[in-house]
């Protein structure tokens, strides 16, 4: 019998790379962080809330949404992955969200968890308003400047 084949674990060094690249961005003063409750969008033919939101849009600049009524930290990482890896498709931020958070230590998720309360300390509160996906165009994040790939 033979084992499924399915995306490869990632390595130790794989995920402090990453995790790396997330506490960067959060040091950072380039992004605000606002935990807020999202409205419901309808996914799939279901009504959802969602659970955060990035957004590197000209007039809003960046931000990253978090929702409470969802886990802060699968969340934290999928909307920093989406704001580090603008490129990347949905399923590949979706993945590898799972793939860090299944294997993330307790050390690492403290971290996490402390620069985001420093974040949102220091952030300005800017207020959810759902981006027109008809009227925004595909454009380059000003992160990948300081962040580079």
């Known amino acids: 019998m033979t084992k499924p084949v399915g995306i490869p674990r ?8 990453y995790l ?16 807020a409750r ?14 955060g939101l990035s957004s590197n849009e000209e007039p809003q600049g960046l931000n990253i949404w978090l929702s409470p009524d969802h886990d802060i930290l699968p969340s934290l ?4 992955l989406h704001l580090l890896y603008w490129h990347k498709e949905e399923n590949w931020v979706a993945s590898m969200e799972r793939r860090i958070t299944k294997r993330i230590s307790e050390v690492q998720m403290r971290k996490l968890l402390l620069l985001l309360a420093e ?3 220091l ?5 959810y308003e759902p981006i027109d996906a008809n009227n925004s165009a595909s454009v380059e994040c000003p992160l990948n400047k ?4």
């Not at 990632?10 to 790379?17: G, N, P």
């Not at 300081?146 to 790939?149: A, L, S, T, V, Y």
């Open 77 to 80: 990482i999928h909307e920093c």
């Open 20 to 35: 790396y690249r997330i506490y960067r961005l959060l040091e950072s003063d380039e992004v605000n962080f606002t935990i």
């Open 119 to 121: 974040q949102i300390q």
């Open 146 to 149: 300081k962040f580079p790939i």
């Open 38 to 51: 999202m409205k419901r969008v309808i996914k799939s033919g279901r009504k959802q809330r969602l659970a």
């Open 123 to 127: 952030s300005k509160q800017v207020p």
């Open 10 to 17: 990632l390595s130790d060094r794989q995920i402090r790379y």
